[in-house]
């Protein structure tokens, strides 16, 4: 029997949890980044810089099945969205030579949609024409769908997971976000991110034929403050010492997320809601 070969180009956290999901499924799995040390134990790494033009050059040469991208700015400025995002899949769909992958999976986020007043979205919903760090990432998207590669783009949203991570570091000291206006986030807990990357690929293995677009988000987008507050009380934060922080007074648009296509996939979530994401993450600290 034939054993599946993946690479993941960009391969941090994300594509290292997807891909220990694969190699237990006996997946041959490579990794590109800058520092291979961080690989997981079996990984095949390859020391690159997906960002420098022909950086990528040697990827056809080892003539992967799958390729997935989990690609992030170079910096916070435009440019860096560009290097990471629009410059890297020129770079990858340049290395790829002649080679044509059964399908490349890219990670995006559901930052490039248009809505910003808390109206719903799912993967038909227009996409912003005026966030200039959306626009590499739509144009990657675009460039990566126009090629003659099998292509599928997820578009996750706040992805999260890690044990003492900020937001939890800030609710302890009893900072939230204001209760008003309303800011809807989408989110997913970092194990459905990469189990849905696993899930999608080992259908695209079997045979099937991949959506285009999904979004990648659990099935419950709430407000912020919703979330911070339950939180807030979930690690015994005294009401008496929760205010307001101006450094998280709400700014900007928010939307909220459908996942019908996530569904329709045959993924089941291991965490459908913030709560049962953020039980697993405060059982384990």
């Known amino acids: 029997m034939k054993i599946n070969s ?3 180009v960009g391969c941090g956290e994300l594509g290292a949890r997807a891909g220990r999901l694969l190699q237990r499924q006996g997946w041959q799995v490579g990794g590109v980044r800058r520092n291979i040390s961080k690989l997981p134990a079996g990984f095949t790494g390859h020391g690159a810089d997906y960002a420098v033009a022909g950086g990528l050059n040697f990827v056809e040469a080892l003539q992967p099945d799958f390729v997935v991208t989990t690609f992030n700015p170079t910096e916070r400025s435009v440019e860096g969205y560009v290097a990471g995002f629009l410059t890297a899949t020129a770079n990858l769909l340049s290395g790829l030579g002649g080679h044509k992958p059964r399908c490349i999976l890219a990670a995006s986020s559901t930052r490039v949609f248009a809505e910003q007043q808390g109206g719903w979205v799912d993967e038909s919903s227009p996409l912003s024409t005026d966030d200039p760090r959306a626009q590499p ?3 990657a998207e675009r460039l990566l769908q126009a090629s003659s590669i099998a292509a599928s783009v997820v578009r996750f949203g706040g992805i999260y997971g890690a044990p003492g991570g900020r937001l939890l570091s800030r609710i302890a000291r009893g900072e939230l976000c204001p209760p008003a ?17 696993a899930h999608l690929l080992c259908l695209s293995a079997a045979g099937k034929v991949l959506a285009p677009l999904y ?10 403050y919703e979330v911070e507050s339950w939180l807030a009380r979930e ?3 005294e009401p008496q010492r929760l205010h307001v922080a101006p450094a998280v007074q709400a700014s900007g648009g928010h939307k909220r997320c459908r ?7 045959g993924y089941e979530l291991l965490y459908p809601d913030y709560r049962s994401g953020y039980r697993a993450v405060l059982n384990s600290l």
């Open 235 to 237: 690690i015994g934060v």
């Open 259 to 265: 996942n019908r296509a996530l569904h329709d996939s």
């Open 181 to 197: 206006p309303a800011q809807y986030g989408n989110r997913m807990h970092r194990d459905d991110c990469a189990g849905f990357l």
């Open 137 to 139: 990432m739509i144009e």
């Open 6 to 8: 993946v690479l993941f």
């Open 215 to 224: 979004i990648g988000v659990d099935d419950q987008p709430v407000p912020r």
